[in-house]
């Protein structure tokens, strides 16, 4: 069964830094596009990042373009989002999912728990 897990989040002060993982079972890594979206109360989920299945091609939303990267290790099955100078807005709850491709509407599996990243001072 296709499972995701993130783990990573935090306090964080703004400007600080924070890696997030996002942990694999269930299928092979390698095969699928991984996205990374948050959730911040009040508004709705939406996308941040992506990186195809052989780290080829990766985006990343306006907001956080030149602060996060994304990275990806099928062997260890787990994809990264690094976050650099957070700012107060990047507060959010912190999701990964498995897309055929990053341009791909669809997902697969359930969303996880997700992670809770708060950047206040």
């Known amino acids: 069964q296709l499972q995701l897990v993130e783990s990573g989040g935090g306090l964080v002060q703004p400007g600080g830094s924070l890696r997030l993982s996002c942990a694999v079972s269930?299928?092979?890594?390698?095969?699928?596009?991984i996205g990374w979206f948050r959730q911040a109360p009040g508004k709705e989920r939406e996308g941040v990042s992506c990186?195809?299945?052989?780290?080829?091609?990766?985006n990343f939303a306006d907001s956080v373009k030149g602060r996060f990267t994304i990275s990806r290790d099928n062997s260890k099955n787990t994809v990264y989002l690094q976050m650099n100078s957070l700012k107060p807005e990047d507060t959010a709850v912190y999701y990964c999912?498995?897309?055929?491709?990053?341009?791909?509407?669809?997902?697969?599996?359930?969303w996880g728990q997700g992670t809770q990243v708060t950047v206040s001072s």
């Open positions: 990186i195809s299945s052989r780290g080829g091609f990766i």
């Open positions: 269930g299928f092979t890594l390698g095969d699928y596009a």
């Open positions: 999912a498995a897309k055929p491709y990053c341009g791909a509407t669809i997902r697969f599996g359930s």
